[in-house]
């Protein structure tokens, strides 16, 4: 396991992703999270494996990894593989221990708004959204189906107004916003049907 520090009360946004490849849109959904969440670093958390995605198509974990490198800059937003090592999927496994491993780390999930559509297709959805805080940015083509859909639906009690997602992070859970933010298009599928992708990360 590599060294993380202490982590002593710093605030940290868990950015979960399978980065196949990483792109700008994670790159500004990072940088607007450590800036208007106020926030000490955001982890560019590789997945070893999306629950819900097919494995063809994906490239090596490594791979995905070194593109996720290459948009961090080590410092306030960190490419970590620490899912891997925890030899976790699940979200909510994750996040849980992460707690335990960090304790005195406060934690956000962060995701775009088709994180908040599929939700309630994730292993246990409502206990993940009891564990951590969860800020919720928009993605064309999502953020109707997301402020409709069950998850929103059945989380609405804990929906928090935009003007508190810089203190989200002091929430131990049952509270997630809908942070309003610059929408940006691409997509990891839009750069592999380019084909620039893996070619960009293995070389
Ligand atoms: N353009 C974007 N705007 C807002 N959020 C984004 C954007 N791109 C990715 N994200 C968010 O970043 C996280 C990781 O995304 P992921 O690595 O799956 O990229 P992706 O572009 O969605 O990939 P794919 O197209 O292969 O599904 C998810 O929470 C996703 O919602
Ligand atoms: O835990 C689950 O059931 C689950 C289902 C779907 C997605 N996730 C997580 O959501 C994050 C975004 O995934 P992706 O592939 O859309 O980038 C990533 O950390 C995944 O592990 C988690």
């Given at each position: 396991?590599?060294?993380?520090?202490?982590?002593?009360?710093?605030?940290?946004?868990?950015?979960?992703?399978?980065?196949?490849?990483?792109?700008?849109?994670?790159?500004?959904?990072?940088?607007?999270?450590?800036?208007h969440l106020?926030?000490?670093?955001?982890?560019?958390?590789?997945?070893?494996?999306?629950?819900?995605?097919?494995?063809?198509?994906?490239?090596?974990?490594?791979?995905?990894?070194?593109?996720?490198?290459?948009?961090?800059?080590?410092?306030?937003?960190?490419?970590?593989?620490?899912?891997?090592?925890?030899?976790?999927?699940?979200?909510?496994?994750?996040?849980?221990?992460?707690?335990?491993?960090?304790?005195?780390?406060?934690?956000?999930?962060?995701?775009?708004?088709?994180?908040?559509?599929?939700?309630?297709?994730?292993?246990?959805?409502?206990?993940?959204?009891?564990?951590?805080p969860i800020v919720v940015?928009?993605?064309?083509?999502?953020?109707?189906?997301?402020l409709?859909?069950?998850?929103a639906?059945?989380l609405g009690h804990f929906r928090q107004p935009a003007c508190r997602a810089p203190i989200l992070?002091f929430y131990?859970?049952?509270a997630w916003t809908f942070l309003p933010a610059?929408?940006?298009?691409?997509?990891?599928?839009?750069?592999?049907?380019?084909?620039?992708?893996?070619?960009?990360?293995?070389?």
């Amino acid at each position: 396991m590599p060294t993380y520090g202490d982590q002593r009360n710093v605030a940290i946004g868990l950015l979960g992703g399978s980065f196949n490849p990483a792109h700008p849109g994670h790159l500004q959904l990072a940088r607007y999270a450590l800036r208007h969440l106020k926030l000490d670093q955001v982890w560019l958390m590789v997945s070893p494996g999306n629950p819900l995605k097919a494995r063809a198509g994906m490239a090596p974990f490594v791979d995905r990894l070194a593109s996720a490198r290459m948009i961090a800059d080590g410092r306030r937003i960190i490419a970590t593989d620490i899912e891997s090592r925890l030899h976790r999927r699940y979200t909510v496994e994750t996040v849980a221990l992460l707690r335990q491993r960090f304790p005195r780390a406060r934690f956000v999930w962060l995701m775009g708004a088709d994180g908040l559509a599929s939700f309630t297709r994730w292993r246990r959805w409502r206990k993940l959204a009891h564990l951590v805080p969860i800020v919720v940015v928009p993605r064309p083509g999502s953020n109707v189906p997301a402020l409709t859909g069950k998850a929103a639906h059945v989380l609405g009690h804990f929906r928090q107004p935009a003007c508190r997602a810089p203190i989200l992070k002091f929430y131990k859970g049952n509270a997630w916003t809908f942070l309003p933010a610059p929408q940006n298009g691409i997509s990891a599928t839009a750069l592999r049907d380019l084909g620039q992708y893996p070619a960009a990360a293995s070389s």
